[in-house]
C-alpha cells in the first residue's frame, strides 16, 4: 500500500522541542520529506532524507528515520510561534515520480 | 527568482461550467504535477506530465483534464465542475537534482 498517517494535532509551548510523527508502509521508499505550510501559503520543503539514512540535522530540525518501523518523525527544538502550521510529510519511490503525503499535523505554539 | 506560478488565486464558479486554472514555470524542469488537498486527507495527485506531450493519471484524476503543449505551462482544465471538486489546489514542478519539489501558491476553488 501507499499510505503514510500522521497524528492530526500537536500543540506545544514556545520554547519546548516539538515532535512530529509520521508512519508509512510502503518500504521502498527512497526518498522522504517535510513539508511546511503556513496559512494561506503553499507548500515549503523543510528538510529531507535518503531511505539508507537513520538521521539528519539541520539547524532546529532533526529527523529521525526508523526503517525497521517505517516511522518518521521531525523534531523542531526550541519551537518559535513562526513554527505555527501544518506540517506534511511524504514520500517518493523515485525522486520525480510522485509524492505520497501524509494527511497533515496542525501545530499550535502557546506563548 | 525561481518560481511556480498558478492563476487565479481564489475562484468561485458554479457547477457545470468549464474552467481552468494555469501554471507556469520558469525554471525548465521537466516534470510538472497537479495535486488537490483535502482537510485531513494531505495531498493527492490528480494528473502528472513527465516532459511537453507527455500525460498520465495520478491517484485523483476523475473530472480533470491537463495539458502539456509546452514545457513551461501545464493547465488544469475542469470541463464541468461539481461540488465535490472544491478544493485547493497546487502545481507542482520537479527536475533532476532537485530534491523536493517546488510549489506554487495554490489555487482556492469553490463550485456551488
Known amino acids: 500500500g501507499e499510505d503514510v498517517e500522521q497524528s492530526l494535532f500537536l500543540s506545544v509551548r514556545e520554547g519546548d522541542s516539538s515532535v512530529i510523527n509520521c508512519t508509512y508502509t510502503?518500504?521502498?521508499?527512497?526518498?522522504l520529506y517535510w513539508y511546511k505550510q503556513e496559512p494561506g501559503a503553499g507548500l515549503q520543503l523543510l528538510t529531507y532524507i535518503f531511505s539508507n539514512m537513520d538521521m539528519k540535522q539541520d539547524q532546529r530540525l532533526t529527523v529521525l528515520l526508523n526503517k525497521k518501523d517505517k516511522h518518521l518523525s521531525l523534531r523542531i527544538a526550541d519551537t518559535q510561534t513562526g513554527d505555527s502550521a501544518i506540517y506534511f510529510c511524504?514520500?517518493?519511490?523515485?525522486?520525480?515520480?510522485?509524492?505520497?503525503f501524509g494527511g497533515g499535523t496542525r501545530v499550535l505554539v502557546k506563548p | 527568482e525561481a518560481q511556480v506560478t498558478q492563476n487565479p488565486r481564489y475562484l468561485i464558479t458554479v457547477t457545470g461550467k468549464k474552467l481552468t486554472v494555469t501554471c507556469s514555470q520558469n525554471?525548465?524542469?521537466?516534470?510538472m504535477s497537479w495535486y488537490r488537498q483535502d482537510p485531513g486527507l494531505g495531498l493527492r495527485q490528480i494528473y502528472y506530465?513527465?516532459?511537453?506531450?507527455?500525460?498520465d493519471k495520478g491517484d485523483v484524476p476523475e473530472g480533470y483534464k491537463v495539458s502539456r503543449k509546452e514545457k513551461r505551462n501545464f493547465p488544469l482544465i475542469l470541463e464541468s465542475p461539481s461540488p465535490n471538486q472544491t478544493s485547493l489546489y497546487f502545481c507542482a514542478t520537479w527536475d533532476r537534482g532537485v530534491y523536493g519539489y517546488t510549489f506554487g501558491s495554490g489555487t482556492r476553488l469553490t463550485v456551488v
Open positions: 510502503d518500504s521502498s521508499s527512497t526518498y
Open positions: 506530465s513527465m516532459n511537453v506531450e507527455v500525460t
Open positions: 511524504a514520500r517518493d519511490k523515485a525522486a520525480g515520480n510522485k509524492l505520497t
Open positions: 525554471m525548465n524542469h521537466e516534470y
